[in-house]
Each structure stands twice: as C-alpha cells, then as structure tokens.
C-alpha cells in the first residue's frame, strides 16, 4: 500500500517561492507516474506538473516557467519548486502516484499566495 504525504505549504506573498515535498511510503521506481495537482475553492482539481516514469515532464500553461517538478526515486520523493507566486496558485496541492493501473493520492497541502 501506497501512502503519499505532503509537506511544504503556507502562506506566501506574491512574488516569492515555495518548496513542496512529497513522500512515498511504498517507495517511488522509475516506472512510477509522479504529479501535483491543486484545487481551488470552488473550482475542479488540475493537473499542475507531471513527470512521468517514462516520457516527458509537463506542465499547465499557467505555471510553465514558474513551476518545477523534480523526484529523488532513491529517497522516494517529489518536489514542487514554486517560483513567482500568484494570488490564482492559491490552492490545495496534492501528490499524486500512477502504478500501473491506480492512482494514489496525498491528503493535500494548503498553499495561499497573499498579493
């Protein structure tokens, strides 16, 4: 069984950076799907970065070159570096892992950007 727990949110201004960290209990290979989503208040969770086992790293339009996704497979990690924060990243950020066929979900951690 799969636990992912993230750390890292708060409450920033706008303009500065953030680091959030997930952490894999089944551990994380490099056939693992790795991701951060968010959801906003009112409005339906999004994929924000992906950094699939095998293909390439993606991003939503709205955090490209602000946002970088990155994992550490031996320390079973994921991390979301946030650069140039917004008012509209405020959200809640979750982990996300595809093995093979499931999906598994951190609890999610709050991140408000304050302009």
């Known amino acids: 069984q799969v636990q992912l727990v993230e750390s890292g949110g708060g409450l920033v201004q706008a303009g500065g950076s953030l680091t959030l960290s997930c952490a894999s209990s089944?551990?994380?290979?490099?056939?693992?799907?790795m991701g951060w989503h968010r959801q906003a208040p009112g409005k339906q969770r999004e994929l924000v970065a992906a950094m699939p086992g095998r293909g390439n790293t993606n991003y939503a339009d709205s955090v490209k070159g602000r946002f970088t996704i990155s994992r550490d497979n031996a320390k079973n990690m994921v991390y979301l570096q946030m650069n140039s924060l917004k008012s509209e990243d405020t959200a809640v950020y979750y982990c996300?892992?595809?093995?093979?066929?499931?999906?598994?979900w951190g609890q999610g951690t709050q991140v408000t950007v304050s302009s």
């Open positions: 089944g551990g994380m290979s490099s056939f693992d799907d």
């Open positions: 996300n892992m595809k093995r093979g066929y499931t999906n598994y």
